[in-house]
């Protein structure tokens, strides 16, 4: 499991990135990868001390929702983080037209009255972040693109040779913009939902193997944040719970099959962070999970073990179900 650095406090030293990595070693019993910030305090103004943050453990840099506005700032990391080797990952939004958005721009928003963002915004982000890869040289992830307007400038991107690679959240794969219904604030998300066309697209570029990656994009939110008129609540969804059998709801509805979703879900990912995982091969670490692709479950909130109940799918019918966990040939879940 990879976590994300967008803690209170960030973890942006190499301090709080070795008390994250040995308090999850502590009491998980699963593999935990640390990202760190890119900048301090994941403000875009200062970037974090990377060559002691990768010797504490960091597996790529990251500001994560948080856009580095100032392209200087931005591309001084990105020629440090190359000289390093490093990998960082980046958000691709403008955050000028993205600044309070709760939702997608179109009809349905304007019947709603919301605050919305043209998608736009996240093509000119990720236009902006490709230039300044082009003229680093340095190794980029574009995390969570979610309309098919990006698609032409990833796919010419990897045609130039340029090394980028670029991910899903899942609950983009699922769901679009009209499940925001009459304002259910468990649906709103950064990004938000966008269209069915894009949703397809992006299905369609992970079954093509533009997008490389699926990710849960774990937002756990308390309930006083969510239960907030819709504009106001915080964005996000737990995912890690209901990574496997929203994943397989794409799988069953035929449109991509189970070993390139598993590939977007475990291999990929353990290959651009440099992890040994993801594999059933001799000499791999043997970490399993073993689980039915057709059981079918109701999903009620309630029962989650996260703290935070945040999800979408609650009372959604769903398929797959986890029947056992293995790490290192160790059973840690049954």
Known sequence: MIIRPDTTPAVDTPE????????????????????????KARAGREMVEMGFM???????FTDCDHVVSDPKVYSRAMTYAKSLGALIIGHPQDPTLSNGAAV????FASLRGLPAVSPMAERMGLERDLALVEMTGVR??????????????????????????AGVNIHHLCLNELDVGDYRTFFKLKPPLRSEDDRLAMIEAVASGLIDVVSSFHTPQD??????????????AVGLE???????????????????????????PANLRGL?????????????????PDAPFVLDRSTLRSKSKNTPFDGTRMEGRV??????????YA
Do not use: C, Q
Not at 276 to 292: H, K, Q, T, Y
């Open 16 to 39: 709080t990135l070795a008390f994250t990595a040995r308090r999850a070693g502590e009491v998980a019993p699963v593999n935990v990868a640390p990202l760190a910030a890119l900048t």
């Open 54 to 60: 990768l010797d504490a453990g960091a597996v790529a």
């Open 104 to 107: 997608t721009s179109g009809k």
């Open 140 to 165: 980029y992830h574009a995390d969570s693109l979610s309309t098919a307007h990006s698609l032409p400038a990833l796919e010419r991107a990897k045609a130039a040779g340029l090394d980028v690679t």
């Open 223 to 236: 309930e006083e944040s969510k239960r907030l008129p819709f504009e106001e609540a915080a964005s996000g």
């Open 242 to 268: 209901t990574l496997l059998p929203a994943a397989m709801r794409v799988v069953h509805s035929g449109l991509i099959d189970l070993p390139t979703m598993w590939r977007a879900l475990s291999l990929n």
């Open 276 to 292: 040994p995982g993801g594999r059933l091969e001799v000499g791999a670490p043997a970490d399993l999970v073993l689980f039915d």
């Open 323 to 332: 029947i056992g966990t293995w790490v290192a040939g160790k059973h840690v």
